[in-house]
């Protein structure tokens, strides 16, 4: 049965979007619920894992029996993974994290007129009023985990899972991603389908394995991706 066999393992899961700010009152967001995450929690936490929960934005109830960090940026969720990663045998990169982040912070509100930062296009340009954001990349979160866990010889086997929300080209991106962010499984949605992806309690998936194999998964509420997802995950643990 599936309860207990995740008994004494170490699992994060990253879940919800990572808000970058602009200034003090704003921010760059993204439409991420939450709801896969906390779900994948769940699930972990009901087959007997210790769950780290790595939660950027989500407006949802912290889950029962699950320990919970809260982080806003892609930064601070970077610094909680690697510093979390270093006893766990899972980690699931659920959230949203944003690929880029406004080059600088501005220490006070940005004004209509005469702002602090960005780049406030004058009229000559003849876009009155308007704001320039300059944005730069963030880390790879998964990346750098690839970096650190191939490097170091003495880390234990971490099964790692991505996911994968795109609108164009879905299988081609995703195999692309499970390479190049050297994954054990990557779980891919298709973000254009209503009943798929952000906000919604269903998803439409599709399960990339490491050794290309692929699976489409039918419509299912998020619980059931969830179950789905650690069925898969189960099998990899303790093959070092
Ligand atoms: O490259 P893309 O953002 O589509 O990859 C999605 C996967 O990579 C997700 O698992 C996401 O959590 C993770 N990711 C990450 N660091 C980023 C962006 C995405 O780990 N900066």
Do not use: C, W
């Amino acid at each position: 049965g599936r309860h207990g066999d995740l008994a004494g393992k170490h699992v994060v899961i990253t879940a919800g979007g990572t808000q970058e700010p602009i200034d003090p009152v704003r921010y760059v967001g993204n439409r991420s619920s939450g709801k896969m995450g906390y779900s994948l929690a769940r699930e972990a936490r009901d087959r007997g894992a210790h769950v780290i929960l790595i939660t950027g934005s989500a407006t949802l109830p912290p889950p029962y029996g699950v320990e919970l960090h809260r982080v806003e940026t892609a930064i601070q969720m970077r610094d909680a993974v690697l510093r979390f990663i270093t006893a766990a045998d899972v980690l699931i990169m659920s959230a949203a994290v944003a690929d880029f982040r406004p080059a600088q912070v501005a220490a006070q509100k940005i004004k209509k007129t005469g702002g602090q930062s960005g780049t406030q296009e004058k009229s000559e340009h003849g876009n009155d009023g308007g704001l320039t954001l300059h944005m730069v990349r963030n880390p790879d979160i998964l990346q750098e985990v690839a970096e650190v866990v191939d490097k170091a010889s003495q880390h234990q086997r971490l099964v790692r899972v991505g996911f994968a929300a795109e609108t164009e080209n879905l299988i081609a991106y995703a195999q692309q991603k499970l390479v190049q962010k050297h994954l054990d499984l990557l779980v891919a949605n298709d973000v254009s389908r209503s009943d798929s992806g952000f906000g919604s309690d269903t998803n439409k998936v599709f399960i990339f394995h490491a050794n290309g194999s692929m699976e489409d998964l039918p419509v299912m509420p998020k619980t059931d991706v969830a179950a789905a997802i650690f069925q898969r995950i189960v099998p990899l643990l303790g093959t070092t």
